[in-house]
């Protein structure tokens, strides 16, 4: 059973930075698209930017309120997604997710996102304080 464990969420004041890890156990991460989603307090939850897997290139999306701010990268050696989030700023607070669609085994990213994930982390909180 495939597993996504995220870290390195925190307290930041805004203009700061933080990144954030999706560590992936029993499967290699490269293998799958891989998306990061943010639910701030009192919306819906939402894909900020994904990766697709490598041997569809690693095609790279992001959502248009962290385009320039945020940037997704993969450690093949580490099987490790990363989320390096700069110049934060408070509308960037909430619960960060990584997932991705084990099922049909989902290579490919729908815009920032991913169709239908079924496998995500535990969340990490995000917050950035004016």
């Known amino acids: 059973q495939v597993q996504l464990v995220e870290s390195g969420g925190g307290l930041v004041q805004a203009g700061g930075s933080l990144r954030l890890s999706c560590a992936a156990s029993?499967?290699?991460?490269?293998?799958?698209?891989i998306a990061w989603f943010r639910q701030a307090p009192g919306k819906q939850r939402e894909g900020i930017s994904c990766i697709s897997s490598s041997n569809t290139g690693g095609v790279i999306y992001y959502g248009d309120s962290v385009k320039g701010r945020f940037t997704i990268s993969r450690d093949s050696a580490k099987n490790t997604v990363y989320l390096q989030m700069d110049n934060l700023k408070p509308e960037d607070t909430g619960v960060y997710y990584c997932?991705?669609?084990?099922?049909?085994?989902?290579?490919?990213?729908?815009?920032?996102?991913?169709?239908?994930?079924?496998?995500w982390g535990q969340g990490t909180q995000v917050t950035v304080s004016s």
């Open positions: 029993r499967f290699p991460i490269e293998s799958y698209a």
């Open positions: 997932a991705l669609e084990g099922t049909f085994r989902q290579t490919y990213c729908t815009g920032p996102g991913i169709n239908k994930p079924d496998t």
